[in-house]
């Protein structure tokens, strides 16, 4: 049942009377009545102030359930797997109540049936531990686990070691950003997910694809942004950001991120040390790579001495 729907039922009102409150047509009222079209979050927020529910994080979960009992039982349930996670969502665990239905919500977005009414705790931990969980609940474990992964990673990669060196507190249209390359990490989570057990969720391919695709462009341009705020506002960076980013922000940037000539170019904030020590590297790596070649030729060669003394 959907929000319009509710608020027919509940507000005891016609039809006419809503489309009056709203001020929208009815056959746009209709649309949102029959799901053949998606509830601006607009409305949803008016059509809550009409149902006098304050609670702001009732507009997404009005997407998944109206009553309070079963939205209640979800929080619990994802909560829970929270808890036990090797990599919580810290986002998640920060407010359960808010955020646990953000997993659900995007999901449901791919096509993705959420069931009516979600398995009990002990339910989930009996089934979890005999291996017999449904292939949505497999899903949304692993996409919680892969969310909370993700977090941490941007966090260790991206936001701690880059900003370093200036005061994000005092920045706070940079700390916008950087918050908004945390938020893009949970909808690229959904790029390590099992393509199979999407599949037999009911998740789109092409909704998926889309959905990364967006994500990945916003991200190139939140970077973009984040180049030209630290330019302009003269800040030091504690890295190379060029080398930086293409050893720890390979996994997160786009694929096809077109950044890296003007980076090279603007941000290379390297001290004498820093590169000199990198140059050391590479060569350290290059003899590496010559002596275990070496190291193979001589195995090879005692090896078929060895066949041969053994034929002799």
């Known amino acids: 049942m959907n929000l319009v729907t509710v608020a027919l039922n509940e507000m005891g009102i016609t039809k006419v009377e809503l489309i009056a409150k709203l001020g929208f047509s009815d056959e746009q009222l209709s649309k949102w009545n029959t799901d053949s079209s998606i509830l601006p979050d607009m409305v949803k927020k008016r059509l809550l102030e009409l149902l006098d529910i304050e609670q702001y994080y009732y507009i997404d979960w009005y997407d998944i359930s109206h009553e309070n009992v079963i939205i209640e039982d979800w929080i619990g349930l994802i909560d829970s797997i929270i808890t036990s996670a090797d990599f919580p969502s810290n986002l998640i665990a920060s407010d359960p109540t808010f955020f646990s239905c953000a997993p659900l919500i995007e999901l449901k977005k791919l096509g993705c049936a959420i069931p009516e009414v979600p398995l009990s705790i002990d339910e989930f931990e009996e089934m979890e531990e005999q291996d017999t969980l449904p292939p949505f609940y497999k899903l949304l474990v692993a996409y919680i686990h892969e969310m909370g992964l993700r977090e ?19 920045n706070e249209d940079l700390l916008m950003e950087f918050d908004g390359i945390e938020l893009s990490s949970i909808f690229l989570a959904l790029r390590s997910m099992d393509k199979n057990l999407l599949k037999a969720c009911g ?28 330019k302009s506002k003269g800040l030091t960076m504690k890295h190379d950001l060029s080398s930086f980013l293409k050893y720890n922000g390979s996994e997160l940037l786009p694929p096809t991120f077109k950044n890296w000539v003007r980076i090279d170019q603007e941000f290379n904030c390297a001290s004498n040390t820093e590169q000199y020590l990198r140059e050391q590297n590479k060569l350290i790596m290059k003899k590496l790579a010559e002596t275990n070649s070496k190291l193979d030729e001589l195995l090879s060669l005692q090896q078929a001495k060895l066949l041969i003394a053994e034929q002799v």
Not at 154 to 166: D, G, N, R
Not at 208 to 230: P, W
């Open 203 to 230: 998740c789109s391919e092409s909704k998926l694809k889309k959905l990364i695709s967006e994500t990945e462009n916003e991200l190139s341009i939140k970077f973009d942004r984040i180049f030209d705020m630290v």
């Open 152 to 170: 941490k990673w941007v966090k260790i990669h991206h936001i701690e070691p880059f900003s370093a060196h200036f005061d994000l507190e005092e």
